[in-house]
């Protein structure tokens, strides 16, 4: 039913312009193009919109010549939702595109902003069509996404510390412990925590809430140790670990492990972030 009006819009748009642009203007300007767009998820024709995080945005577009053929069709994304580059279009199409000569009368086409909703705060779209004397139009959205949800926290550090045979510091606040090595890794190990998996690195960026921390460790597989940390050489890591504990969920990153041999034996010390 949405697209049944999406498209009656875009119909009886391209109606209107069609009577409307037969001549010239009455006082000799050149009639310059006409451009529709549509937001297919709310069914906005431009202005402003609300959206929950995580949501994505779909916008189809009716540009039309007026006196004189379309030249170009351009796409600016600005605010904290801001993409580089831009996606491509339905039809394949990247912008700023140079409009060919099968579309310079009509040209209609679908673009998805899948991160639409990745940042809560404003981000404003921009549509804009040209003819051949850089006549333009222009149609804008002030796109607001609100949070669906309790924010995670910002990073913050922790460091984990073991110390020859003795029990690693640091590990207690995600209910996890480091008791053991094998002959090359630490044991990081479940201990009060009531899960533990390994999340992917986009994860850290693209989760924002804890609602969907939560979803993304039920939906990962279930692990009671870790052992990626070398306990015989000093190196940088990009490994994420999903854990809940009393309750909580937390995205842990393993940044940086550094391995030194002394008088006390093999401190091993893991630096890293988290958020909960």
């Known amino acids: 039913m949405r697209q049944f009006k999406i498209l009656s819009i875009l119909a009886l748009s391209a109606l209107v ?5 037969e001549d010239d203007s009455d006082d000799g ?5 006409d451009l529709d767009v549509v937001e297919t998820t709310s069914g906005s024709v431009g202005g402003s919109i609300v959206i929950e995080q995580g949501q994505s945005l779909t916008f189809i577009w009716d540009a039309r010549k007026g006196a004189l053929d ?3 069709f351009s796409v600016s994304v ?13 039809s394949g199409q990247t912008f700023p595109y140079t409009i060919d000569n099968a579309e310079d009368e009509l040209y209609v086409d679908t673009l998805v902003f899948n991160s ?3 940042n809560v705060g404003m981000t404003t779209y921009t549509f804009t069509v040209n003819d051949t004397q850089n006549n333009q139009v222009s149609v804008s959205y002030d796109v607001l996404v609100e949070s669906s949800g309790n924010i995670l926290s910002a990073p913050q550090d922790f460091t984990w510390v073991r110390v020859g045979g003795a029990p690693a510091t640091g590990l207690g606040q995600f ?5 053991e090595n094998s002959a090359t890794s630490a044991i990081v190990a479940q201990d009060e925590a009531t899960t533990m998996v390994m999340l992917d690195s986009d994860d ?6 804890v609602e969907q921390l939560n979803e993304a460790i039920a939906a990962s597989t279930a692990i009671t140790e870790y052992t990626g940390i070398s306990v015989t050489t000093s190196g940088t890591y990009s490994d994420y670990l999903g854990v809940v504990y009393n309750g909580n969920p937390y995205i842990i990153a393993i940044d940086e492990g550094t391995v030194v041999t002394g008088s006390l034996g093999t401190t091993v010390t893991v630096e890293g972030r988290y958020k909960n």
């Open 17 to 21: 312009f069609t009577s409307c642009n």
């Open 70 to 72: 379309l030249q170009t």
């Open 116 to 118: 639409a909703g990745l």
């Open 204 to 209: 850290w960026t693209n989760i924002t809430t």
């Open 78 to 90: 600005a605010g904290v939702n801001a993409v580089s580059p831009l996606p491509e279009s339905e």
């Open 29 to 33: 300007q050149v009639v310059g193009p």
């Open 175 to 179: 209910g996890l412990e480091w008791t």
